[in-house]
């Protein structure tokens, strides 16, 4: 029974940990810089759908301290570049590239059109994000 008493009690600190931990707000160190990482954000984009305006505008108002946007496409002919140099133009302060044509370094062409983007990226933190995803 003790043991039981005593798993909950654990269970229930855990949760209260996950949630303050969790669930904190952005903390700022004494030199004014953000606790958190920078990252690099990597889009590779083929062609346009209904909601990519959408989807990529949220990339573009993150709440977060220092990032960078790497849009990578396979050739000028794509229409989702002049969507994405629209979004560019608007929001002049985000940190934002375009790449135009990959490079061939194997045989999937996400990676192939990735690569520009990867070898330009500013930090060590990566995230690689299809351009189906939104922000929240």
């Known amino acids: 029974m003790i043991g039981w008493a005593m798993y909950f ?3 229930i600190m855990a949760i209260f940990y996950a949630r303050c931990k969790l669930h904190r707000l952005i903390e700022i160190s004494d030199d004014g810089k953000s606790v958190f990482p920078a990252v690099s954000i990597i889009k590779p984009l083929t062609g346009v759908d209904c909601n990519l305006l959408s989807n990529l505008e949220t990339f573009f108002t993150l709440k977060y301290p220092q990032y960078e946007l790497l849009f990578c496409l396979e ?3 794509d229409p989702a570049l ?3 140099q ?3 133009a608007k929001f002049p302060n985000v940190d934002a ?3 135009v044509g990959g490079q061939r370094i194997g045989v999937n062409p996400k990676i192939n059109n990735m ?3 990867y070898q330009a990226s500013k930090y060590d933190l990566i995230l690689i994000s299809d351009a ?3 922000s929240t």
Do not use: C, T
Request: hydrophobic content about 50%; cysteine-free.
């Open 9 to 11: 009690v654990f269970h």
């Open 97 to 99: 590239q375009i790449f």
């Open 75 to 77: 050739n000028e002919d």
């Open 132 to 134: 189906g995803m939104r």
């Open 86 to 88: 629209s979004l560019v």
């Open 115 to 117: 690569m520009p983007g």
């Open 82 to 84: 002049m969507l994405v």
